[in-house]
């Protein structure tokens, strides 16, 4: 089931509109973002399921420019690349750091892992660093390097509407494993306390799975990172 989110201005102009489609059996959080004013946007972490995808980008009316991952795990790319064919436009992200992820030997490795459809090893045509902006239509958005769940893993941050979609490295009550090759427990935890939860408690998130949260939220109840805990 998809879920709709928009952002107005103090103006109540609406900067940004957003729709998450859950996809694959893992229901991943694919993102479709775009531009109130221009409906140019963007396909953030298409995991599979194209059809789908498709079929939210034509009923909600928008352009796309460009496919952005946060990260290299399979749920999240498995779908990048026919994706990006098919609408002639580029993938981006994430941090170069996650680069063997997406090669086509360990993208093989994770399909049989989780029991999903192969799919070819590619090259992003922007790596992404921290403090890149992606421009979607007139509105911007931020790149975060937050390591930890992947050592190349990014989230995006739209500062105007209080928006930061993270991928696995925060959820509802949870943060995300750092059990897979190269995962890092304490750079998880850094990344969230000092680089995240500053952006401000008022700040809404679409993780990678679940549903949307806020960093007070979190901040307050989370179990693995609340100040608690501190």
């Given at each position: 089931m998809?879920?709709f989110l928009?952002?107005p201005?103090s103006?109540?102009r609406?900067?940004i509109?957003?729709?998450?489609?859950p996809?694959t059996?893992?229901?991943?959080?694919?993102?479709?973002?775009?531009?109130g004013?221009?409906r140019?946007?963007?396909?953030?972490?298409p995991?599979?399921d194209i059809?789908?995808i498709?079929?939210?980008i034509?009923e909600?009316?928008?352009a796309?420019?460009?496919?952005?991952?946060?990260?290299?795990?399979i749920?999240?790319?498995?779908?990048?690349v026919?994706?990006?064919?098919a609408?002639?436009?580029?993938?981006?992200?994430?941090?170069?750091e996650d680069?063997?992820?997406i090669?086509?030997?360990?993208?093989?490795?994770?399909?049989a892992?989780?029991?999903?459809?192969?799919?070819?090893?590619f090259t992003?045509a922007?790596w992404?660093?921290d403090g890149d902006?992606?421009?979607v239509?007139?509105e911007t958005?931020r790149v975060?390097h937050?390591p930890?769940h992947t050592?190349g893993h990014?989230?995006?941050?739209?500062?105007?509407a209080?928006?930061?979609l993270v991928g696995?490295v925060?959820f509802a009550g949870s943060?995300?494993?750092?059990d897979?090759?190269r995962?890092?427990h304490?750079a998880?935890?850094?990344?969230?306390?000092d680089r995240?939860f500053?952006?401000?408690?008022?700040v809404?998130?679409i993780p990678g799975?679940?549903?949307?949260s806020t960093f007070?939220?979190?901040?307050?109840?989370?179990?693995?990172?609340g100040?608690?805990?501190?």
């Open positions: 998809a879920s928009s952002a201005n103006e109540g609406v900067m509109e957003v729709r998450v489609v996809v059996p893992l229901q991943q959080n694919c993102t479709l973002l775009w531009c004013k221009t140019k946007a963007v396909v953030i972490d995991g599979g059809e789908r498709h079929a939210a034509g909600s009316n928008v796309v420019e460009r496919i952005l991952l946060t990260h290299g795990h749920d999240h790319v498995g779908a990048a026919p994706l990006a064919e609408l002639a436009v580029p993938i981006e992200g994430p941090q170069r680069g063997f992820l090669e086509g030997a360990y993208l093989a490795r994770q399909c892992m989780f029991g999903l459809p192969p799919t070819a090893g992003p922007r992404l660093d902006e992606i421009r239509g007139d958005l975060i937050a930890g050592p990014v989230v995006y941050f739209h500062a105007g209080r928006l930061a696995d925060l943060i995300g494993r750092t897979f090759p995962g890092d304490p998880l935890v850094h990344a969230i306390r995240l500053p952006l401000g408690d008022d809404k998130f799975h679940g549903p949307i007070g939220e979190e901040r307050a109840n989370n179990p693995y990172v100040d608690g805990l501190r």
